[in-house]
């Protein structure tokens, strides 16, 4: 039995994506989850400042005495994991790999593909863990630069026609060239489901990095005997580093919950 939290981290508000499915598994675990909303968005930045943000974020979290953390943000995985991932004593979890294995599996004709952040897309992360998993796999990479600020910016709605607009301008090259399959390379974009969706139709499957993680996560935790064993009753705290009510308003959509009381901000 180990009663310490488990830590989350992501640029801004995506990761809680990543936190409402790990709760939905191990409903009796602590989190505790930090979003760096006074700098989102990460997918613009320089690898170096990617860098430095990352080890700002992990350093707060592992001062509560948290015995795993997911690093649910694609970007800081595809950049700066490497950094992060022999630095502490406990389990340290990435997105991309975990998503890669998900997508590979579900792939019928070996089309896979990757939507994600300038930074992401650029550090072709996806396309190396795909390949390493198949040399018969096609990979075709978009960056989607603008769908951080529509989900932080509440425009996720299937029929909003901007969203839908600019949806369509980014898939199009990738709705031609026939996958089945498509990553959503940022844990942002699982608010972008029925926009997503609506482009691509049906027949494309849609693997949710953040979602996958979670559940690898709750495995992996239930392998090593580092859960709490309560069945039920986690607690969830919340840190931030901008405006507390915006992140309230936007986090209970998030999570379909309210969060109200439960937030703090702060400053890494």
């Known amino acids: 039995m180990d009663i310490r939290p488990v830590g989350?981290?992501?640029?801004?508000?995506?990761?809680?994506?990543t936190v409402k499915k790990l709760a939905e598994y191990l409903p009796g675990e602590d989190i505790i989850y930090l979003g760096d909303t006074g700098r989102v968005p990460y997918g613009s930045r320089s690898g170096e400042t990617i860098i430095k943000y990352a080890n700002q974020d992990a350093a707060f979290l592992a001062q509560f005495d948290i015995k795993a953390m997911i690093v649910a943000c694609?970007?800081?995985?595809?950049?700066?994991?490497?950094?992060?991932e022999n630095v502490y004593?406990?389990?340290?979890?990435?997105?991309?790999?975990?998503?890669?294995?998900?997508?590979?599996?579900c792939s019928e004709n070996n089309?896979?593909?990757?939507i994600g952040t300038n930074a992401t897309i650029r550090s072709g992360a996806y396309e190396k863990a795909l390949?390493?998993?198949?040399?018969?796999?096609?990979?075709?990479s978009i960056a989607c630069p603008l769908f951080v600020p529509m989900v932080e910016y509440d425009r996720t709605d299937g029929n909003d026609i901007a969203a839908l607009t600019i949806a369509g301008d980014y898939l199009k090259e990738l709705k031609e060239s026939g996958i089945d399959t498509l990553i959503l390379g940022c844990t942002h974009y699982p608010l972008l489901r029925g926009v997503i969706s609506k482009i691509m139709g049906n027949d494309v499957s849609l693997i949710d990095s953040g979602a996958q993680t979670a559940l690898h996560v709750a495995?992996?935790?239930?392998?090593?005997?580092?859960?709490?064993?309560k069945k039920t009753g986690g607690s969830k705290r919340y840190y931030i580093t901008d405006n507390v009510v915006d992140f309230e308003k936007l986090a209970s959509r998030f999570l379909d919950s309210p969060v109200d009381g439960?937030?703090?901000?702060?400053t890494l």
């Open 74 to 84: 694609n970007t800081v995985c595809s950049t700066a994991f490497h950094v992060l």
């Open 219 to 229: 495995n992996v935790l239930k392998e090593r005997n580092l859960l709490s064993e």
């Open 111 to 114: 089309k896979i593909g990757v």
């Open 89 to 105: 004593d406990f389990p340290v979890f990435e997105v991309i790999n975990i998503s890669a294995k998900a997508a590979a599996s």
């Open 131 to 140: 390949k390493e998993i198949s040399s018969k796999l096609c990979v075709l």
């Open 262 to 266: 439960l937030v703090e901000q702060v």
């Open 8 to 17: 989350v981290f992501d640029s801004g508000l995506g990761g809680l994506t």
